[in-house]
């Protein structure tokens, strides 16, 4: 997940560091782990059951995510293994966090979260996206990552930008207590509708 120069990567705003670390961690956190679904660090071994499962609703995926047409056309396992390998390589320098979301039995993925650094607060910003059959669980998983992502990386704030479009998505953001934030100066966060988790809201005491 990034704004990059490949139109074939996902597309949403992006400010990591160009191998500047984010996060100067010496062990990445243990992964957040339920009976329900785990998360892993997205890797080139996952690269098979991710395309599936990006491939399963990319009609979806490219309308409620509008990652400049992200899965695009003729788009190969080949392709998504090279985009692992980046996602991968950010991760091992510390400048952004992907995650697959992989069932309790971990052989299905259900999705994917990415975590960055975001241009206008000094915290986190997340995305993701989910696979058709795990959408009636997308605010428990939303909430337990987000969660996660405050405690495990000691983040204060973290931004949820969204489309318009993905009404489900803006709607559960609404349910789970997340505040609108509106960003200031960066034109491409200004596009979406942009939510705002604290910690305290995370732990359910905001």
Known sequence: ???????????????????????ALSTLPEPLATPRFVL?????EHAERDY??????RAR??????????????????????????HDGELQRREAFAYTVLDGGRR????????EPCSEDGG??????????ALPAEADILEAVLGWCHDAFDLTRIVLPLRDQNER?????????????????????REHRCFSSTSSVSKGDG
Do not use: H
């Open 61 to 86: 995926l490219r309308r409620e995510l509008d990652w400049r047409g992200w899965p695009p056309e003729g788009f190969t396992l080949e392709d998504n293994r090279a985009d692992l390998e980046r």
């Open 124 to 133: 986190g910003q997340l995305a993701y996206w989910l696979v058709d059959d």
């Open 40 to 44: 892993e660090p997205l890797s080139v």
């Open 1 to 23: 997940m990034a704004y990059a120069d490949s139109a074939e990567t996902p597309q949403v705003p992006s400010r990591k560091n160009d191998g500047v670390p984010w996060l």
């Open 52 to 57: 599936e499962a990006f491939m399963s609703c």
């Open 169 to 189: 998505a803006i709607a559960i953001a609404r349910a789970l207590g997340l505040t609108p934030w509106v960003a200031r100066r960066d034109a491409i966060l």
């Open 108 to 115: 299905r993925c259900l999705g994917c979260v990415y975590l």
